[in-house]
């Protein structure tokens, strides 16, 4: 259908094999894309398939140019769209609830907590609109957002979310942070404040995950998704570049360390 881009478990009889499909690169049409739904899915199934519960297939497609066999498939939809066995699963909760009912082992990833979900539910909206208002109100309304999910992890002393493991509330803020490191800092030089000690260090452990540094898009695909909301073009040398992906850490990592 399209280009391939990762393979994680081992295909055989023993687990079955899932495809997610997942929206390609604006740029080049065949890395992985920056929708936040697709990464989500995508970190959610590879934690599966580090556990050896499913195979993985990751296939991206280029929705500016869709193969043929991909418009007689799925007509209009658009990814993610998750594979089972012949099933297809086309609509984002639909995909959720697969995961969690049906997918070996998916389940362990889906844990109630009211509070983090009520606090990382509203977070991409606040994003949304500092980069239409470009005004530092906004900016101010996500910095105390961020401020308090760093005061839940700081609170909570857990490496990640809701304790020690990863969860699909880890799944859906990660990618959801990165874009506003990354956007934040190119359209509005937005910044997560360095004070944010437990956020940083949350971001730190992730960035250490394969789960997120395989699903992750490059810097130049999250710009660009945004540039194409605002009807932007990328610059014919920024589409060009070799990918570049923010994973630095802008406080000392030892002091991170030190404080768990």
């Known amino acids: 259908m399209s280009d391939e881009i990762a ?3 081992t ?3 023993d687990v079955p094999e899932i495809e997610l499909i997942i929206k390609a690169s604006t740029i080049d049409g065949r890395r992985k894309g920056a929708c936040l739904f697709c990464q989500e899915y995508f970190m959610d199934l590879y ?3 580090e556990l050896k519960t499913i195979s993985l297939k990751v296939t991206t497609v280029d929705m500016q140019k869709p193969p043929p066999d991909f418009r007689t498939n799925f ?3 658009h990814p993610p769209i998750l594979i089972d066995n012949g099933l297809a699963i086309l609509e984002n909760e639909k995909i959720e609830r697969h995961i969690m009912k049906s997918v070996p082992g998916g389940h362990n990833l889906f844990v109630q907590d009211k509070e983090v979900a009520s606090l990382i539910e509203n977070l991409y909206s606040k994003l949304k609109l500092v980069l ?3 005004d530092e109100q906004k900016s101010a309304a ?3 957002h961020l401020g308090r999910i760093d005061g839940l992890l700081e609170r909570r002393e857990t490496r990640f979310l809701t304790g020690d493991t990863m969860c699909c509330f880890d799944c859906e803020l990660m990618p959801r942070l990165q874009h506003i490191r990354v956007a934040g800092k190119y359209f509005v030089d937005f910044e997560i404040p360095t004070t944010f000690r437990a956020l940083w260090r949350y971001m730190y452990h992730m960035y250490q995950l394969d789960a997120f540094t395989q699903s992750c898009p490059a810097d130049q695909d999250i710009i660009n998704h945004y540039k194409l909301q605002q009807a932007l ?3 014919k040398h920024e589409e060009l570049e070799t990918p570049t992906f923010t994973t630095s850490i802008p406080i000392d990592v030892n002091e991170l360390n030190n404080a768990e």
């Open 7 to 9: 393979e994680n478990g």
């Open 75 to 77: 007509e209009a939809t």
């Open 132 to 134: 239409v208002r470009k």
């Open 11 to 13: 295909a055989n009889g």
């Open 47 to 49: 934690l599966l398939a």
């Open 142 to 144: 996500l910095r105390a």
């Open 233 to 235: 073009k990328m610059k």
